[in-house]
């Protein structure tokens, strides 16, 4: 079973030189990195050749979808070539075991999609940081009561799966939309509890749990009161905000 991971950049000189030394670990295990450059103007590609110069990197300077982050991934997806591709941010410090366990997680042929927990772990802010260590135990805590798949934006899936139901959609959240459409189509989405993954851009800020809110009024299963209870669980005020401006925006849209 192969595997590709596709990464797209967008000014990450910042971050890249803690995730390209956990993908430095794991090259060996894939058979393919595949970096997307969308629009970048720093030293993201430099960064990128010096520490992996075998890598294949494409380049996105134009976007035809609303939403850029969804066109780079499915850029990078149409570009892969393995039996499995691997979706992975550029701010992700990946556990070294993520091979073994997507070889493991796809021995099931139902499985369409896998999906990964990662770790908050803000890389500038101490606050952040603290915010983000009270979500990962939060989360350890939860995923004993609560059993069910999630959709996460870190994830993988078979590529025979998504030439049959299709490739991501032009999605304020594409990747919880193709989860949604795998299940649709008989497959199966598996969610892994347990990966030593971190995340050093969580979405904390403000600006980040806005965005969240935002795409939460576009989803089916988020209403007025979950978003509530996850504003004020998860120490995020301005999700809520979000989710407010969002139906706001929808029902002008739908107006329209």
Request: aromatic residues 12%.
């Amino acid at each position: 079973m192969k595997i590709s991971i596709v990464v797209p950049v967008h000014n990450e000189e910042v971050y890249l030189p803690y995730s390209l030394s956990s993908l430095k670990q794991i090259k060996n295990q894939v058979s393919e990195i595949i970096f997307v450059l969308d629009n970048c103007t720093d030293k993201s590609e430099h960064i990128i050749r010096a520490v992996l110069p075998d890598v294949k990197i494409l380049t996105l300077s134009k976007h035809k979808w609303k939403y850029y982050t969804a066109e780079s991934f499915q850029y990078g997806f149409n570009k892969a070539s393995s039996d499995i591709i691997c979706a992975v941010g550029a701010d992700l410090v990946l556990d070294k075991e993520l091979p073994s366990i997507i070889q493991k997680s796809f021995s099931d042929e139902k499985v369409g999609t896998v999906c990964f927990h990662y770790l908050n772990y803000d890389l500038f802010s101490p606050w952040l940081r603290f915010i983000g260590t009270y979500d990962n135990i939060y989360k350890m805590i939860i995923q004993h009561v609560r059993k069910e798949a999630r959709h996460t934006g870190f994830y993988a899936f078979r590529r025979k799966m998504m030439e049959e139901i299709g490739g991501l959609a032009d999605s304020i959240s594409e990747y919880d939309e193709f989860c949604r459409r795998t299940e649709k189509a008989d497959w199966s989405v598996k969610y892994i509890p347990h990966t030593n993954t971190l995340h050093l851009r969580p979405g904390l800020t403000p600006r980040k749990q806005y965005l969240q809110g935002v795409a939460r009024a576009y989803l089916p299963d988020y209403n007025y009161v979950k978003t509530l209870i996850h504003s004020f669980i998860h120490l995020k005020p301005h999700t809520i905000v979000g989710y407010l401006h969002g139906k706001r925006r929808l029902r002008l849209e739908n107006c329209d």
